[in-house]
């Protein structure tokens, strides 16, 4: 079955709350992300679900050279950035976009679908 990234992006230096306008708004949200991801499970969609430290705490690693460069932060410099994610697994796009829309409900953020290369597509990009 296809695989679909769905990533939950936000901004660069949240809130005391993260997104939330409030403490409240806030565990309400996480309790509904937690029913989704339930649901996810219970029929047979998710396959791994996560959220990120923030952006500040990530080390970029460029290993193209003779010698490996770390630098402190993210790769690059945004406004917003990603948060957490679902990797789900789905029948087509129809059903993993209705998947995303209930999971931006449920975490009050905007969701990204993304579907995974597959053997089949890389094929695609070579004869093409």
Same mark, same amino acid.
């Given at each position: 079955?296809?695989?679909?990234?769905?990533?939950?992006?936000?901004?660069?230096?949240? *809130?005391? !709350?993260?997104?939330?306008?409030?403490?409240?708004?806030?565990?309400?949200? !996480?309790?509904?992300?937690?029913? !989704?991801?339930?649901?996810?499970?219970?029929?047979?969609? @998710?396959?791994?679900?996560?959220?990120?430290?923030? +952006?500040?705490?990530?080390?970029? &690693?460029?290993?193209?050279?003779?010698?490996?460069?770390?630098?402190?932060?993210?790769?690059?410099?945004?406004?917003?950035? @990603?948060?957490?994610?679902?990797?789900?697994?789905?029948?087509?796009?129809?059903?993993?976009? *209705?998947? +995303? +829309?209930?999971?931006?409900?449920?975490?009050?953020?905007?969701?990204? &679908?993304?579907? !995974?290369?597959?053997?089949?597509?890389?094929?695609? @990009? @070579?004869?093409?």
């Amino acid at each position: 079955m296809p695989r679909y990234l769905l990533s939950v992006h936000g901004p660069a230096e949240p *809130a005391e !709350f993260g997104n939330y306008p409030s403490k409240e708004a806030m565990l309400q949200a !996480f309790a509904d992300t937690g029913a !989704f991801n339930d649901k996810l499970e219970r029929e047979g969609h @998710l396959v791994f679900a996560g959220g990120l430290a923030p +952006a500040t705490t990530a080390t970029t &690693v460029d290993g193209r050279g003779g010698t490996p460069v770390f630098t402190d932060g993210p790769y690059l410099e945004t406004k917003e950035y @990603l948060g957490g994610f679902w990797i789900i697994e789905a029948p087509d796009l129809d059903q993993a976009l *209705a998947l +995303a +829309a209930e999971g931006s409900r449920a975490c009050r953020g905007t969701v990204e &679908v993304r579907p !995974f290369q597959t053997e089949e597509s890389f094929q695609d @990009l @070579l004869t093409t």
